[in-house]
């Protein structure tokens, strides 16, 4: 069974990028029926689609970030990375990897544990 | 883009009770909406997709149904570990989601 792990720094300071990485264990990235998404969870509860990747190095990003968004694949690695550009206090939030398997499947599960990313001077 | 709306933002009930949360899309998605549970401290888990499929191993006392721009989850008897929040998905187009319906304790 697929699972999913987050990691990356917990503090990041404003006007810096925030990267992090997702581990893939009990699959492969590299299933043609997978895309792999960056969804972040804001203090206030609010849940926001960032991208996904497809194991090709294929992306989407959600439009409203696309400007400081750049995801990345690593199937000999079996991960994907998220970079976000030049971050504010409004980025704070728990940044969770997920999978979703694809039209028309395109609900997203699993999830990662999530990371609690905050950004601060 | 898509904005999707719940109601109620809070629900409060009793176990056993029968129990609705709506969910509205701002345009027509077919019928390419999730529900999802959330309890304190993990993440997400689906529990319906497709609007009213049931995810394997989700109790059968959750059902979803609608199409087009309005949608309902229904937990026939609440049980005390359905006191959680939900939270519906849309995959039409892009993907997002609704902001919320925490069903608390009575």
């Known amino acids: 069974q697929v699972q999913l792990q987050e990691s990356g720094p917990g503090l990041v300071k404003p006007s810096e990028d925030l990267s992090l990485i997702c581990t893939v264990s009990?699959?492969?990235?590299?299933?043609?029926?997978?895309?792999w998404s960056w969804i972040r969870q804001t203090p206030g509860g609010g849940l926001e689609w960032i991208g996904h990747?497809?194991?090709?190095?294929?992306?989407n990003y959600n439009p409203s970030l696309k400007s400081r968004v750049t995801m990345s694949i690593d199937a000999s690695k079996k991960q994907f990375s998220l970079t976000l550009r030049s971050v504010t206090a409004a980025d704070t939030a728990i940044y969770y990897c997920?999978?979703?398997?694809?039209?028309?499947?395109?609900?997203?599960?699993?999830w990662g544990q999530g990371t609690l990313v905050t950004v601060s001077s | 883009d898509i904005q999707m709306t719940q109601s109620p933002s809070t629900l409060s009930a009793s176990v056993g009770d029968r129990v609705t949360i709506t969910c509205r899309a701002s345009q027509s998605i077919s019928s390419w909406l999730a529900w999802y549970q959330q309890k304190p401290g993990q993440a997400p888990k689906v529990l319906i997709y497709k609007a009213s499929t049931l995810q394997s191993g989700v109790p059968s006392r959750f059902s979803g149904s609608g199409s087009g721009t309005e949608f309902t989850l229904t937990i026939s008897s609440l049980q005390p570990d359905d006191f959680a929040t939900y939270y519906c998905?849309?995959?039409?187009?892009?993907?997002?989601f609704g902001q919320g319906t925490k069903l608390e304790i009575k």
């Open positions: 998905q849309q995959y039409h187009s892009y993907y997002s």
């Open positions: 990747i497809y194991y090709s190095g294929n992306t």
């Open positions: 009990g699959g492969s990235v590299t299933s043609e029926k997978s895309y």
């Open positions: 997920a999978r979703d398997n694809g039209y028309p499947n395109n609900w997203f599960d699993p």
